[in-house]
């Protein structure tokens, strides 16, 4: 075995005799450092990943809540659009009951201007019973007895008008339109 063959400038000698170690410790010490180098570039990496997945989740988390927003600003949207709408439904249904309104009221007044005459037309005919025996105030007595009829005619009607028209009471289309509205809202927030 002392017949192994040897380099000829006597490296390996003078490598032993330096104090240096075997080649199976070096490849040992080479395949642990390696070991440690790819551990700690695969720690590197996992932080460096780690950063990037804090990065990546910090804006799909940015993306996910401006959808967010933009639903909400969406149904917000959808609302007031649904509520102007109802707003000039019931606009257009308390024109209609303000023109009854009015209606009735002019009748009213008519009345008033008629019942002021027939209060006139009753002065003048106690005067004429007065100041003439029977027939002034007879004929007097006619026209008051006219003007009563008219008073009480307008009257009647002016009241009629007003009943329909009080009280201002939702008509069966916007509370079916409301209450499809609502049912929507609510199917859409369930989504």
């Known amino acids: 075995m002392s017949n192994a063959i040897l380099p000829a400038d006597g490296a390996d000698r003078g490598a032993q005799a330096s104090g240096s170690e075997?080649?199976?410790?070096?490849?040992?010490?080479?395949?642990?450092?390696?070991?440690?180098?790819?551990?700690?570039?695969?720690?590197?990496?996992?932080?460096?990943?780690?950063?990037?997945?804090?990065?990546?989740?910090?804006?799909?988390?940015?993306?996910?809540?401006?959808g967010g927003f933009g639903f909400l600003t969406l149904q917000a949207q959808q609302l007031t659009e649904l509520v102007r709408g109802e707003m000039r439904l019931a606009q257009a249904e308390m024109k209609e009951k303000g023109k009854r309104y009015a209606?009735?009221?002019?009748?009213?007044?008519?009345?008033?201007?008629?019942?002021?005459?027939?209060l006139q037309a009753l002065v003048a005919t106690a005067i004429a019973a007065l100041a003439v025996p029977l027939p002034l105030w007879a004929a007097a007595l006619i026209v008051t007895a006219v003007l009563g009829v008219i008073t009480a005619v307008l009257a009647l009607t002016g009241k009629k008008e007003v009943s329909q028209a009080a009280p201002p009471a939702p008509q069966q289309q916007t509370i079916d339109s409301v209450k499809a509205d609502v049912a929507e809202i609510k199917e859409s927030a369930q989504r």
């Open 22 to 66: 075997p080649v199976g410790e070096l490849v040992r010490r080479a395949s642990q450092q390696l070991t440690e180098l790819v551990r700690g570039e695969l720690r590197l990496a996992q932080a460096e990943m780690k950063e990037k997945g804090k990065r990546f989740g910090k804006g799909g988390g940015l993306f996910g809540g401006a």
């Open 103 to 118: 209606k009735g009221g002019g009748l009213f007044g008519g009345a008033g201007l008629v019942g002021f005459l027939t």
